[in-house]
Nanobody, 130 residues
Framework: QEQLVESGGGLVQPGGSLRLACTAS??????????IGWFRQAPGKAREGVAC??????????YYVDSVKGRFTISKVVAANTVYLQMSSLKSEDTAVYYC???????????????????WGQGTQVTVSS
């Protein structure tokens, strides 16, 4: 069964750091999918694309929403079938449930919206609070 599993969420103080992991099982990230994206959804707000990168062999694309540029970094470890989201200088407004999602090879080459992604993880809570 193909699935994406997020981990690494938790409670952190403002200014702190967390690293989220999105691990794929049942499929091979760089062969079966074109891109992985991280999204977040805070209570009462729409789901927002945070960062995305292409994972497919021979590709190179990345995207960050303006509010996280310079603070978040998306990366992949192919051998671990995992994409990471390193989050630093966290703010209270970063509090949300974070989801990872996979876009297939048939997607557009600059995916960044939820509609571009077909497979989703269950989410992990990130709370930034003192």
């Amino acid at each position: 069964q193909e699935q994406l599993v997020e981990s690494g969420g938790g409670l952190v103080q403002p200014g702190g750091s967390l690293r989220l992991a999105c691990t794929a099982s049942g499929f091979t990230l760089d062969l079966d999918y074109y891109a992985i994206g991280w999204f977040r959804q805070a209570p009462g707000k729409a789901r927002e694309g945070v960062a995305c990168m292409s994972v497919g062999v021979g590709t190179g694309y990345s995207y960050y929403v303006d509010s996280v540029k310079g603070r978040f970094t998306i990366s992949k470890v192919v051998a671990a079938n995992t994409v990471y989201l390193q989050m630093s200088s966290l703010k209270s407004e970063d509090t949300a449930v974070y989801y990872c999602a996979a876009a297939g090879w048939g997607s557009r080459k600059t995916p960044r919206y939820a509609r571009d992604f077909g497979s989703w993880g269950q989410g992990t809570q990130v709370t930034v609070s003192s």
